[in-house]
């Protein structure tokens, strides 16, 4: 299927740095509870399934893309405000997607 500048236009899709991590033991699968400060956006948080790659230590101040227009999502006693993005491997784990470089919270992906 292919989509128009139009469509791609409406995803917001920006870089954060994560400021908090927390397990999620109430989650179906293996997640975290991860809160994202984007800048001008604001701190957003997340529920993310990235346990399998990622120890909470480790994710503390790295930055990620997501996507913060999605409407909020209920996952449990959770509200997620936004989606990390990640690479799924072979085994269905998730390797998150970072800029190469440093960059300013809440700067467009485009």
């Known amino acids: 299927m292919t989509i128009s500048w139009d469509d791609f ?9 994560i400021l908090e ?3 999620f033991p109430k989650a179906k ?5 991860i809160t994202i400060d984007f800048g001008e956006l604001g701190i957003k948080k997340s529920s993310a399934q990235i346990t399998a790659m990622y ?5 503390m101040g790295k930055q990620v893309v997501a996507i913060v227009n999605f409407p909020v999502k209920q996952i449990a ?4 405000e936004c989606l990390v993005l990640g690479v799924y491997t072979d085994k269905k784990d ?13 700067w467009k992906i485009g």
């Not at 699968?29 to 509870?33: S, V």
């Not at 120890?55 to 994710?59: A, N, R, S």
């Not at 998730?94 to 809440?106: A, F, H, Y």
């Open 94 to 106: 998730v390797v998150l997607l970072q800029p190469e470089r440093k960059v300013d919270n809440g």
């Open 77 to 80: 006693n959770f509200f997620s």
């Open 21 to 23: 991590v927390t397990d």
């Open 55 to 59: 120890g909470k230590d480790e994710l």
């Open 29 to 33: 699968k293996p997640a975290y509870q």
């Open 9 to 17: 236009d409406k995803i917001d899709i920006r870089v954060g740095t």
